[in-house]
T-cell receptor, first 116, second 113 residues
């Protein structure tokens, strides 16, 4: 069965510092991979997604993620964090076929705090 | 209006009340989902509708009753809820299944007193 692990529950970085949020997945074939961001009391907004092709994916708000098949990872990065990036980030994996396996499976999330 | 709209944004209800949450999508998607998000818990998938048919019900108590009258609208009818049902309820939609990615609404913050 598919699964997603986000090892870091909470990360604090200084404004202007670089950021990397980790995501590991378990899936037998090439998955569809997603990163979402959630501000307090809001829904989830899609940051970026990977289906195939170039393993380095660019998203909104200056975020990027790299798919590494050998490591089963899809880590999210940003070179310089802004205070407005403070939020919770969710990694998700989806299958390329239907049925219940076609649902997105979400990680437990990583809460990002940004200090001035 | 575009995207996925959920109403109300906030709801406080007693344990004996009956209320409904509404979700509307203007994206032309044909699959819709209800998720529950509680503090310190992962997102819990509750129901999945594809082409207006319920295709998944993840062992959700019968006090939660979904309804999908057409591909643009999804409801969650609530009755005799418990305090532990207090949570953020998120609606999402997608184009087809498998999952090419979901578009989420802003959620309804439900408090059961």
């Amino acid at each position: 069965a598919q699964s997603v692990t986000q090892p870091d529950i909470h990360i604090t970085v200084s404004e202007g510092a670089s950021l990397e949020l980790r995501c590991n997945y378990s899936y037998g074939a090439t998955p569809y991979l997603f990163w979402y961001v959630q501000s307090p009391g809001q829904g989830l907004q899609l940051l970026l997604k990977y289906f195939s092709g170039d393993t380095l994916v660019q998203g909104i708000k200056g975020f990027e993620a790299e798919f590494k098949r050998s490591q089963s990872s899809f880590n999210l990065r940003k070179p310089s964090v802004h205070w407005s990036d403070a939020a919770e980030y969710f990694c998700a994996v989806g299958a390329n076929y239907g049925g219940s396996q076609g649902n997105l499976i979400f990680g437990k999330g990583t809460k990002l705090s940004v200090k001035p | 209006e575009t995207g996925v709209t959920q109403t109300p944004r906030h709801l406080v209800m007693g344990m004996t009340n009956k209320k409904s949450l509404k979700c509307e999508q203007h994206l032309g998607h044909n699959a819709m989902y209800w998720y529950k998000q509680s503090a310190k818990k992962p997102l819990e998938l509750m129901f999945v509708y594809s082409l207006e048919e319920r295709v998944e019900n993840n062992s959700v108590p019968s006090r939660f009753s979904p309804e999908c009258p057409n591909s643009s609208h999804l409801f969650l009818h609530l009755h005799t809820l418990q305090p532990e049902d207090s949570a953020l309820y998120l609606c999402a939609s997608s184009q087809d299944r498998p999952s090419y990615g979901y578009t989420f609404g802003s959620g309804t913050r439900l408090t059961v007193v």
